[in-house]
Structures are given as structure tokens and as C-alpha cells.
């Protein structure tokens, strides 16, 4: 029985770490309606000094531009870098591209 049980426990931890390892393939959405001209948000005051202003932003929600506020975010590490999301404009239309850490 505890063999069955050790065996079912290495089986899952195999599968969640080629699952995880596993890539991810994402479609490019492509909107044909520009976005709307970027909205200055003056950010509140931080709830802690190490914190980063992630900027809110336009998303497309299928028939139109949704504002998403901004937010403080604690960094995944010291001196990470938030670079934001931004629209980019292709021959198909525009498509976003996800913020990430530097």
C-alpha cells in the first residue's frame, strides 16, 4: 500500500513538472479597430515603497476597448524592471502586447 501511495505521488509530481515544462502556444488576436489615445491615470499614493505603478490599459473585450485601472504590484525580485503592455499596429490590425518583467 505505501509503495502504491509513493508511486501515485512521484506519477502527479511527474506529470505537474512536464506540465509545467510544457509550451505555451498563444494566438495572435489581431483587433481592427485602433485602440483608444493612452489615458493618463495619475497613480494613488504606493502602499509600500518597493512597490511598481503598473499603468492601466485599454483591453479588447470582442466589440470594444474595456479600461483596465492600474495597480501597485510588489517586483518578483530586486531591481526587476515592469515593462508595460502596449497596442502594436501590424498590417492585419493591432494586437497587444503583454507588460512583463525586465
Partial sequence: MRKQLLNAALGTALGAALLAA???????????????????EPPPPSPNPDWVWQAGYERWDGNAYVWVPGTWVAPPRPHATWVPGHWDHRHHGWFWVEGHWA
Fill in 22 to 40: 510544457t509550451p505555451v502556444l498563444s494566438a495572435q488576436v489581431y483587433v481592427q479597430v485602433a485602440p483608444p489615445t493612452h489615458a493618463v
